[in-house]
Structures are given as C-alpha cells and as structure tokens.
C-alpha cells in the first residue's frame, strides 16, 4: 500500500514539475518574442522615439512668391507671424499647460483644448498647432514664463500681407487651408496639413509657381522641450515672383471711382490682352482669410447681396443692352441685308405682329443710315436690322465675336454668358422661337448675357483691326534671384468676322457716337484724344408697353436698368480700352461714360497736364 502511495505521489509530483516547466517556457517564448519584436521589428521607430525626447526635426516653411504690377510697385509680400504649439509628450499634462497658457496670453482655452483633442491620434512628439500670429506682447509673456509653459513651443511663420489691402482682391485673390482632399488629391505633394495655399484669382491660378520648396531643421532640445542648438539645416527655397499686367495707379483710380456704386471697371491693351485694370465693387480684404476670420464675418461676407466675393469682371453676367449692336452692325453688313447707305425710318417705335417695340427716344430718329443709327444708338433701325437677319444668323456672329463662351483668362470660374439661338430655346423651354424675341436680343435684351471681360475682348478687337486676344493678368515670372522663368506672350484666339473696310465704318461710328453732337456718349469726349465707345442701358425688368416714361428718381434701385460703356483710346492709335458696367446705374451715357473718361485721361496723362 505504501508503495503505491508513494508511486501516484511521485507521478503527480512529475506531473507539477512539468506543467511548471512548459509554464516556464512559455513565458520565456513570449519575453524572447518580445524582445524580439521591440529589438529587431519595432526598434527603429522606438530609437527615432527616444531621440525624439532629445532631438527634433522641424519643417521650414517656404516663402511665397512676392506679387508686383507691371511697373514694379510691390502688391503681395510675406510678414513674419507668431505660431505657439504644444508637444504633450514634453508638457506632462497638455491640459494643465493649456489652461496657464490661455491665462497668459487673456485668451478662452476652450478653442486651445480643442484644438488638442483634435490631434489625439498624432504621435505625442509632435507639435500641435495652438495660436497662429499671435501678438510680440504676448511672445514676450511666453517667452517668460517658459518655465511654467513645458512643451509650449514659439515658431516663426511667414504670413502672407496683402499691402493694397481690398484694392484688386477679386484679381489678386487669396489664401486659405488647405484641405484634406486637396492634400490627399496628390496635388500638392509639398504642402502639409495647417498649409495655406491659393484659393482664388492669381493666388490659385499660379500656385505651382508662389509656393516654393519646403526645407527643414535638426535641433537638440533640453527637459522642457526648448531649443539649445540646431545640427541640421536644409534652407527652404523660396517662391517664384509673379509681375501682373495690372498697372496698381489705374487700378487705385477705377476702384475710387466705384466706391459708392456696385459694378466694375476693366481695361486692357488692345494690342496683346494685358489687362490694366480690374475693379470691382463691393470688394473683400484678403488679409483677412489669412489672419483668421470669424464665423460671423464670413457670413456677412457671403451673404452680401451684392455679392462681394463675385469678380463681377468675369463672374458677372449681363445682358448687354445697346453695346450689342456692335455686334448687329458687323452681321448685317457681312449678310448683306443691309449696306453702309441703307437708310431706315425711326418713327420712336416699330410695329411688330400686335406689339409695338419702342425706340429709347420717344420722338424718333427720322432717317438714318447705318454710321449714324449706332453712334445715336436708334434701336427702331436695329428692330429692322434684326427681324432681316433672324436670331440664328444674328448668333452665328455674335460667337464668332468671342461672346457666349469663356474668354480663357487664367482666372478661375469664368461664367460664359449667352447667345440664343432658336434651337438652345426649344431645348431649353420646349416652345420654338417667337420673331418678336429676336427684336429684343439684336439690341442687347431678351435672352442675352455676357460678361464685362467679353465685351472688352470686343471692343479691344475692334480697336486693334479685328484680333481677339485672350485676356492676360500676367505678364512675367522670375525666380527669387530676379532671373527669367516665363513670359506671357500675346494669344490671337481669332478675328472678328468682318472685313476691314466694313470695320472702318464701324469704328468711325463709334468715334461719332462719342465727338459728333448727338452721340450718346457726347458728353464724355476727350478733347484732343478721339475716344470712340459705345452706350448701352440694359433692362432688369420689362416695363409695360403703355407705362409713361418714369424718372430715375422714381424708381425702386433694384429694377433701375444696368449701365454700360465700352470704348478705346486714341482712336487713331489705340493704347488703352475700358469697360464700364454699372448694376442698376440707369443710362450708359451718364452712369458709365464718365468713368470711363477719368480712366482714359488717367492712363494716357491727360489728367496731370
């Protein structure tokens, strides 16, 4: 019996002294395995970790290409800004830190705060942004209590500063953040999250040249994550710098001329499509994208109702009231249903199937041919010109003259306008083209919309002899040393579909609509210099076949018509043309006429004599 006692507690002793052993085993499996993990898979990570707490890596933000006008007057720099972040690694108790910090510096820390719980999920060791340009005064009180601020970190950015302010916003543009789309869309291979990168106008447009090569720093820090030397230094390469074909003194004029009005003024070189000016009104300060705007501005900014944020230059459209008979002349001399001789009766309005469309002066034009019907503007002999050609053929010359389809100016969001044709409205709305429609778009109403960028590609055609150029706002770009990267060279997109001869008379009566009494733009001529242009007063509403004619004064601002003017200058020697487009400014002759007089005198010196 005892040997069989002594047997099973020998066997069960075994049994405990084995279990034990693969116990033992097994756990020292798993320590090996991880050692081995730690040692050999994850080691370089854990060693760049540990360096981490004594050495640090930190990006060199690039400085952006500065922006210049075409005389050099510097428009666009950078302006050292501020940051302050925070590595929690190195703060020990983020939260705490923050609190100090945003008692320091007399600012809410629930921003701060969540602003750190948004970076949870980066690695401890990295900074996370706090406050950007934040004041010297307060760098200052950071900088004095560092001892109590551990981790809280002070870098010097470069912000960009708009100088001109608002002036040219809607040409220059501005700067935003960068997204993660646009950071995961592969676009912008060099930029990182917080980046702020071209939004709008040339900002956007140009961006692969402004932003430059990002570089980078090797520096040793101490216990409380402050810098006590820097090891490696790669140097960030600037942008490049962007000359625009803007001539800032025009520009500053145009704008001042706008200040109480909605609308916009552009002018450009006829003779290659560099534009010289680009106003718009009401305009936006693009500093204050970069700044930091608060929720309550940018709906005040958005919600404008006269669209502040819209480049009505090439945004905006319109229909192009009488300056539309540019367009009529040049189809009915080309088909031919009318001559240079032709003369037709203005009785003050034309009877049309059982409507009577009206001439603008109630009177009558009584006789007149083509030369003098447009610089009087008579819309009863352009109702007559229209009704002959038919809304197709008056279409088919309106697009050759560069209108219904974007210019190709650089500049994002280009709007296309509208040129109807009898098919584009049964398409549209299912019912076929009424003849009496045509009468209302062959003197700029109806259907018709363009923008202000096309009636000046107009007008710049007709005044060079007929070349359309694609509008340019830039004219050069050099490399931060000043040496040549690119020139913008004119671009011909084709020519007006007239001949030369038939473009005589058109310019000739332009130059009459401006210089012979009766003009309607009479009152705006430029003794000594021949500016020629053309009026127009588009509608907003219809007005009531037998309504009395109304007084301006009368009228509720929002249904007063739109005014226009397009004109160039010399009229021998071309060197500058403008379009004027006033919203809800009433007649072309005395709501945009003038202004574009201030900017032909100012352009070609007349002004300083």
Not at 471 to 483: A, K
Not at 490 to 511: A, D, E, F, N, T
């Amino acid at each position: 019996m005892k040997t069989y006692l002594h047997t099973v507690s020998g066997d069960w002793y075994r049994r405990r002294v084995s279990g034990a052993l693969v116990l033992v085993v097994a756990a020292f499996l798993i320590l090996l395995g991880r050692l081995y993990y730690l040692q050999v898979i994850e080691g370089p990570e854990l060693v760049r970790q540990s360096q981490s707490n004594w050495f640090r890596t930190q990006g060199i933000p690039p400085m952006r290409g500065l922006i210049f006008d075409r005389n050099g007057v510097l428009l666009v720099d950078n302006r050292p800004a501020f940051d302050v972040s925070i590595v929690p690694r190195e703060a020990k108790n983020p939260e705490e830190v923050i609190h100090k910090l945003a008692e320091l510096i007399d600012v809410a820390p629930e921003p701060l705060l969540t602003r750190l719980v948004q970076a949870r999920r980066l690695p401890s060791f990295k900074p996370i942004l706090l406050e950007t340009d934040v004041s010297r005064d307060n760098v200052a009180i950071i900088e004095a209590h560092n001892l109590e601020l551990p981790g809280v970190l002070v870098t010097v950015e470069p912000k960009r500063h708009y100088i001109e302010g608002a002036r040219a916003s809607h040409l220059i543009g501005y700067l935003g953040e960068i997204s993660r789309e646009e950071l995961s869309g592969g676009a912008f291979p060099d930029n990182r999250a917080g980046d702020f990168i071209g939004k709008f106008g040339v900002e956007k447009a140009f961006e692969s040249y402004f932003h430059g090569r990002r570089g980078w720093q090797q520096v040793e820090v101490n216990a409380f994550g402050r810098v006590t030397r820097a090891l490696k230094t790669e140097e960030a390469l600037p942008g490049n710098n962007i000359h625009l074909s803007l001539d800032i003194e025009l520009q500053r004029l145009a704008e001042s001329l706008l200040a109480d009005k909605v609308g916009t003024v552009v002018a450009m070189d006829p003779s290659n499509g560099h534009v010289l000016a680009m106003a718009g009104s009401p305009a936006f300060d693009p500093n204050a994208f970069v700044e930091g705007m608060t929720y309550q501005s940018w709906d005040e900014l958005i919600s404008n109702p006269f669209r502040a944020m819209e480049n009505k230059a090439i945004q905006g459209q319109y229909p192009p009231g009488s300056t539309y008979k540019i367009v009529a002349a040049i189809a009915g001399l080309e088909e031919e249903v009318i001559s240079p001789h032709t003369k037709l009766f203005c009785p003050g309005q034309y009877r049309y199937g059982n409507r009577t469309f009206r001439c603008w002066k109630r009177r009558g034009h009584g006789f007149m041919n083509l030369e003098q019907a447009l610089a009087q503007s008579c819309d009863v002999y352009f109702y007559q010109v229209g009704e002959k050609l038919g809304v197709d053929r008056l279409a088919k010359y309106a697009k050759a003259c560069g209108l219904g389809s974007p210019t190709g100016i650089e500049l994002d969001k280009e709007a296309k306008g509208l040129v109807p044709t009898s098919v584009w409205k049964l398409s549209r709305v299912g019912v076929p083209w009424q003849g009496g429609e045509t009468l209302s778009v062959v003197i700029g109403q109806g259907f018709n919309l363009v923008t202000p960028m096309q009636m000046l590609g107009l007008i710049s055609a007709v005044a060079n002899g007929g070349i359309l150029y694609k509008p340019l706002v830039v004219r050069r770009i050099e490399s931060p040393d000043g040496s040549f990267v690119k020139e913008q060279e004119p671009v011909p997109l084709g020519k007006l579909p007239v001949s030369q001869q038939r473009l005589h008379l058109i310019r000739k009566s332009l130059y009459n609509a401006v210089n012979k009494p009766g003009g309607t733009a009479w009152g705006s001529r430029i003794p000594g210099i021949g500016m020629a242009g053309k009026t127009g007063t588009a509608q907003v509403v219809g007005m009531p076949e037998d309504d009395e004619e109304t007084s301006d004064e009368n009228k509720i601002l929002r249904f007063r018509d739109h005014a226009w003017f397009i004109a160039y200058a010399p009229a021998k020697d071309p060197q500058i043309a403008v379009v004027v487009l006033i919203e809800h400014g009433g007649h072309g002759s005395s709501g945009a006429a003038p202004l574009a007089k201030k900017i032909v005198e100012k352009y070609l010196g007349i002004d300083d004599l």
